[in-house]
């Protein structure tokens, strides 16, 4: 947890997470009962109506309780969660396994990528269910239902550059009222029928397996609809901490949806014509409209957590060099989380549109979801393995003992949900291997980026030594000519000439000669290199070799300032690095230093504020005296060099024209940058 929530009260903090983290899973009460008896395979009975809940009950405990509660939410890097957190520390426990920790590395890659595709389908969904909340006030509403679900997105992804700092404290009484109201609805209708509650023994989930195993095993891909969002718990877990998670959960959260679902058994089983949208329908005449307002409103509250979690892991991916810089625009200067990504705001937007246009319906799109959710779960399930036997050093019995109930159970949702592939399953998988091709081909590009740097470039050390040798020869060649002028002229007057200024003349001319000698090791890098006040900071891509920028603004501009330093960002397999560790410092002589700063991968690198803070330098670091020099490399594809396929490589160099600028990811100030290029051939 942050400095800033760790000042927060417990129950501030539980409140804020039942606005974020619990948005997702507390609205699928909406549509996961409809969507098992829609689905046309099970036949509407008391003996299925029981069995299902059962399942539905065992499901959440089993996934959410029992997994994320108890066992993933320990497994923190640092306090921080999420899917890139897990594998920043699994990755970072195997690095002695080369091939173990690739296999790693691709499959949480992969993973995060999948979180795109289910960050599309989600706010479709959810916001389209509730408003089809229309259709059972009116049928005639019917029409409005798509425009009516595109209009709130919209509003919904256009207010993002304005932030959530004033709306964001509204999400949590919202969502408390909500669980509220589906608590008291559920209530209302079990009151009516008790003997529902039955259905949490788990032998009546037992005797619909046995009865009807295929039919169980293939509508356990809309019975998983209750736990999508439950991934929330782990990814937010920086955001509000272990502890108020947990007491939402439990207090809160899963009393509320295990009543609901109850609830909807009872009024099944009072109106079996209800199946056709159970929630909406069991609710009375007079709050009907209501709680369509209410549901919507929770919906979006639901989009916002996953399109905030969208921009987050798209900076972290960003800065763990897995996709090329973004504009990243802060809404709250006073909040580093809060932020905005444009690029993915309305890529986003575009794919969700597209998806409520292309499937219509709430029930049309449950065959698309699930599977990317599924997958995200058991590669969770999978690292999580991997953190408590190689980071935590656990025995292999109990590792496997702690993780096997949880892999037979997500591999069964997820090899369900392969059955709806062909359905819709195929959109986030689609959309999720798109990012997963641009995020190796981005990481693989720039491997070989800086193979083609390391393979040409000199070592920093000696270039400088050979620079500032060679002016020292300059120097020295000109004062020995000096000198030789002025024994010349007296030779030519050895007459009048005082012996002992011949003498000291000679000396002086020896010692030139020596020194020019100890010397001309050094080569003469360039020539009328003049030397200015100021200091001069280069950005270096890699850690000990020599900066385009440096040897372009001595080609080019024949200067060189008084103070050199080579900065190199490194961003480290974790999610914070504070002040006391941010810098390593080795000065290489001549005034020159080479700088390390090192970054979390939820830290903002700001270079200017982390060069303020040395204290190795010998001059006042005054940034006004300051200037940036950034390297800017023009990727060319190349057949004639041996890389990634040609497709990639143009891909890549397409990915690289179109980035960000570093000076802005950097916070470098513009007006002191200056950019010096050079192509490269990958």
């Not at 417990?10 to 909406?30: E, H, K, N, Q, R």
């Not at 079996?272 to 929630?279: A, L």
Request: proline share 4%; with cysteine; net charge positive.
């Amino acid at each position: 947890m942050s400095k800033a929530h760790a000042k927060t009260s417990v129950p501030a903090l539980t409140l804020g997470a039942i606005g974020v983290v619990y948005g997702d899973i507390g609205t699928s009460v909406l549509y996961s009962v409809k969507e098992v008896f829609n689905s046309g395979h099970v036949a509407f009975n008391v003996a299925n109506i029981y069995g299902v809940l059962s399942l539905f009950v065992w499901t959440i405990t089993i996934i959410v309780s029992l997994k994320y509660i108890s066992l993933v939410l320990r497994a923190d890097n640092k306090g921080e969660g999420g899917l890139i957190a897990m594998l920043a520390l699994a990755s970072s426990a195997v690095k002695h396994r080369p091939k173990l920790h690739a296999v790693i590395m691709t499959m949480g890659i992969f993973g995060t990528c999948l979180f795109y595709g289910d960050g599309v389908i989600t706010p479709s969904i959810s916001v389209l269910s509730a408003v089809e909340g229309l259709t059972v006030v009116s049928p005639r509403l019917h029409s409005v239902v798509i425009p009516a679900t595109l209009t709130i997105l919209f509003i919904l992804f256009f207010v993002q550059k304005f932030g959530t700092k004033g709306i964001g404290k509204l999400f949590g009484p919202v969502m408390v009222l909500w669980f509220l109201l589906i608590a008291g609805i559920g209530v209302y209708h079990i009151q009516h029928n008790v003997e529902i509650l039955q259905a949490i023994n788990p032998i009546y989930a037992y005797q619909f397996v046995v009865t009807n195993p295929t039919l169980a095993f293939i509508i356990l891909g809309a019975v998983v609809l209750c736990v999508t969002g439950g991934e929330a718990l782990y990814a937010d877990m920086g955001h509000f901490g272990k502890k108020p998670i947990r007491i939402a959960w439990f207090s809160i959260v899963m009393p509320a949806l295990l009543l609901n679902y109850f609830g909807q058994g009872a009024f099944l089983l009072a109106n079996p014509d209800g199946k056709s949208n159970p929630f909406f329908l069991m609710i009375p005449d007079a709050m009907r409209i209501p709680m369509v307002v209410m549901a919507t409103l929770a919906t979006v509250i639901a989009s916002q957590a996953l399109i905030s979690g969208a921009f987050s892991i798209t900076k972290q991916a960003v800065q763990l060099g897995f996709l090329p810089r973004m504009r990243i625009v802060y809404t709250n200067v006073k909040e580093v989380g809060q932020i905005y990504i444009p690029a993915i705001n309305w890529g986003l937007f575009i794919a969700i549109a597209f998806a409520v246009v292309m499937f219509k319906s709430s029930g049309a799109l449950a065959a698309a979801y699930g599977i990317a959710v599924c997958t995200d779960m058991l590669i969770t399930t999978i690292l999580t393995f991997f953190v408590i036997r190689y980071a935590w050093k656990y025995p292999l019995l109990l590792c496997i003992a702690a993780t096997s109930l949880f892999f037979v159970v997500d591999f069964l949702f997820w090899a369900s949900n392969l059955l709806k592939l062909l359905k819709g399953g195929w959109f986030p998988l689609l959309l999720g291997g798109v990012m997963f091709v641009l995020m190796m081909t981005w990481r693989d590009g720039r491997n070989l980026v800086r193979i083609a740097h390391t393979t040409r470039q000199i070592n920093l050390k000696n270039f400088l030594d050979d620079l500032f040798g060679s002016f020292t020869n300059k120097r020295l060649q000109i004062a020995l000519e000096s000198t030789q002028g002025k024994l010349e002229k007296l030779t030519q007057d050895i007459e009048n000439a005082p012996l002992e200024n011949i003498q000291e003349l000679q000396n002086q001319q020896a010692l030139l000669q020596e020194k020019i000698l100890i010397n001309q090791r050094c080569q003469v890098l360039f020539e009328n290199i003049k030397k200015i006040k100021g200091i001069a900071v280069f950005m270096v891509s890699e850690v000990d070799i020599v900066p385009v920028a440096l040897k372009q603004n001595l080609k080019h501009n024949k200067c060189l300032h008084e103070y050199n330093i080579f900065v190199t960002v490194n961003t480290l397999e974790t999610p914070w690095v504070g002040l006391s560790k941010r810098s390593e410092v080795t000065y290489l002589g001549h005034n020159c230093w080479k700088v390390v700063l090192n970054f979390g991968f939820k830290n903002d690198p700001d270079v200017p504020d982390s060069l303020k803070h040395i204290q190795q330098f010998n001059f006042d670091f005054d940034p006004a005296k300051v200037s940036y020099f950034l390297s800017h490399e023009a990727v060319v594809a190349s057949e004639s060099i041996k890389g990634m396929a040609l497709w990639r490589e143009k891909l890549f160099a397409h990915m690289h024209r179109n980035a960000g600028t570093a000076a802005e990811f950097l916070k470098l100030p513009s007006n002191n940058v200056v950019e010096m290029g050079a192509k490269v051939e990958i």
